[in-house]
């Protein structure tokens, strides 16, 4: 199984944010940085597991774009546990 662990606290911005999903999950170059191209990327390749690390914290920084990140992870498939 292959896993991510992406760390809430340093989604301080949507940018800081899809940097760290960039980097957790290997994005490619080309990765869109907005939640509908993390929805293309993750067709092609996905983790089967991924657990969010401090999601408080980047729920306090992203507001709802952090549910919608949630939402996208778990429209792919991944298994998403949140802590």
Known sequence: MRGAVPDGARMISR???HDELSR???LP?????????????????????VTWRDF??????????????????RDAGVALTVA
Request: proline residues 2%.
């Open 24 to 26: 957790v999950l290997g």
């Open 29 to 49: 170059a080309f990765y869109g940085r907005n939640l509908d191209a993390l929805a293309d990327c993750l067709r092609d390749a996905r983790p089967d597991a």
């Open 15 to 17: 940018d800081a944010a």
């Open 56 to 73: 408080d914290a980047a729920e306090r920084s992203l507001g709802d774009h952090a549910a919608g990140i949630a939402r996208v992870l």
